[in-house]
């Protein structure tokens, strides 16, 4: 990859430390994805928040490199692990190192967003910009809903990104068109946002390009594409789709394929309590749940995950309250992957929504998972 | 993996409590998680990074990481089967930013 001179001096060291390590990891996946140079991007979105997810260790490279490096485009961050007007029933030392972290992305000028779903909180650029988005259904459902051009980033490349404005030209961000080699065909109809989840983390797994072209499937709405970008970010390195479009390869994703997938993440008949979230909910899953729980009451713990700035948009109208009133509990700044909200000490299962949700349950924080529907939920554990 | 043991916990995995420190590590590509990167840093931190890193495709995940762990990384050309390097072979990986050479 070819470098200005200023990014070579930047490389080298003139510019300081934290530049130096921030300008070796973009020429480390500028080589790693044949790009040709470096271009602006206008927004980096960095993961690498939660405690859980980056430990002592990054807590401690972040400390290091916030003490040089400050972000020079917009930069939103991930969720933390809990939310910050509840850290009841969270370990002192956890809330300590926690603290430490967001106080490390602070320095640096981040936004403290703590959000997966940055498409569905700050203003959009422009169809084909370039952005840098680390959290993998943000990278997708930007490059697929919104037109944003960015690759699957790691926690440690979109940092290098906040803080250069810069990341490399290369597949995704290169594209013109996408035309993906890859076509998956959907041959059952679609009875929810979950199976829209089941075929994301279906396609992730069998393709290895970095797009694929989805057929037999309507335009997703704003939920349903959700589900799907989750269920894709957790499985691959597949981080954009196509809805209809030929391709040379053809797969299909029938009932039994669907089924497959279902199998390995859904992990148990039932749960002790039920988490919403993964990605954090948005207006569109709390006016569907409102709706469909209003004047009922949760019959088990309900814990719902989303940013602070949707609860803050969703209470004005009214939404939240109605929730509470069936006894679902807000958790803002957190989401349920890896948060330490959910923990094996003291629960067996859990019933999820999410297909990127059970993942992390099952593997992450070893509890299983009876995977639902946000309907099938309202349904079952609402009266 | 357990960044503080070097060992590999996944109990699905043929490699199960083995340890990465000072190994050659190979394998296609990385997938999961974003935060991954951190993991390699985490292994340097503790003194258990692998030796070098050979892959069929260095992704940004693994390249971002070992960028900042400092871990060469080593791409096979395209058609080459990783099943070429067995499990426990000696392996030498000569790297610097020129070229690399990989000898079993």
């Known amino acids: 990859m070819l470098l200005t001179k200023e990014e070579e001096e930047s490389l080298d060291g003139k510019n300081g430390d934290a530049l130096a390590s921030a300008y070796r990891i973009l020429a480390a996946i500028g080589e790693a994805t044949d790009a040709e140079r470096l271009v602006p991007i206008t927004w980096a979105h960095v993961s690498g928040v939660n405690y859980n997810t980056i430990g002592d260790s990054g807590l401690k490279f972040l400390e290091k490199f916030a003490s040089e490096a400050r972000t020079v485009v917009r930069t939103t961050i991930n969720p933390m692990g809990f939310d910050r007007s509840k850290p009841e029933r969270i370990s002192a030392e956890f809330q300590q190192k926690q603290a430490g972290i967001v106080s490390a992305y602070e320095k640096m000028g981040i936004l403290p967003s703590f959000t997966c779903t940055p498409y569905e909180v700050f203003e959009t650029p422009e169809k084909g910009s370039a952005v840098s988005f680390a959290e993998s259904n943000a990278a997708v459902f930007s490059n697929s809903m919104m037109g944003l051009r960015t690759n699957k980033e790691s926690a440690l490349s979109a940092l290098a990104s906040a803080v250069t404005g810069k990341a490399p030209l290369s597949d995704l961000r290169a594209r013109g068109s996408v035309v993906p080699k890859t076509a998956i065909t959907a041959d059952f109809e679609f009875k929810s946002e979950l199976d829209f989840g089941l075929l994301g983390y279906f396609a992730g797994k069998v393709v290895k390009d970095s797009s694929v072209s989805l057929v037999g499937i309507p335009k997703p709405s704003t939920v349903e594409a959700k589900a799907l970008s989750g269920g894709m970010g957790t499985s691959g390195s597949c981080a954009m789709f196509t809805i209809g479009g030929d391709a040379m390869e053809k797969i299909s994703f029938g009932k039994k394929e669907a089924q497959a997938v279902e199998e390995e993440l859904n992990t148990a008949e039932d749960g002790d309590i039920i988490t919403l979230g993964s990605p954090q909910f948005g207006m569109g899953e709390l006016e569907l749940l409102s709706k469909l729980v209003q004047g009922k009451k949760f019959t088990k713990r309900c814990m719902i995950f989303c940013s602070r700035a949707i609860h803050s948009q969703a209470t004005k109208i009214g939404l939240t309250g109605t929730l509470e009133r069936s006894g679902a509990e807000f958790m803002c700044d957190s989401c349920t992957c890896l948060t330490p909200y959910v923990t094996k000490e003291e629960y067996d299962s859990v019933v999820a929504n999410s297909v990127k949700g059970a993942y992390y349950l099952n593997n992450s924080n070893k509890v299983k998972v009876a995977l639902k529907d946000i309907k099938t939920i309202a349904k079952e554990y609402a009266n | ?104």
């Open chain 2, 1 to 104: 993996m357990d960044a503080k043991s070097g060992l590999i916990t996944d109990p699905r995995h043929e490699l199960n409590g083995k340890t990465i420190k000072g190994s050659v590590l190979v394998f296609p590509y990385s997938v999961g998680s974003s935060v991954g990167a951190y993991a390699f840093y985490s292994l340097k931190e503790h003194g258990n990074a692998p030796s070098a890193i050979v892959c069929a495709k260095a992704d940004i995940t693994t390249a971002s990481g070992c960028a900042i762990a400092g871990i060469p990384v080593v791409e096979l050309p395209a058609g080459t089967e990783l099943s070429l390097i067995n499990q426990g072979a000696m392996t030498r990986v000569d790297a610097n930013s020129e070229s690399a050479k990989v000898k079993v």
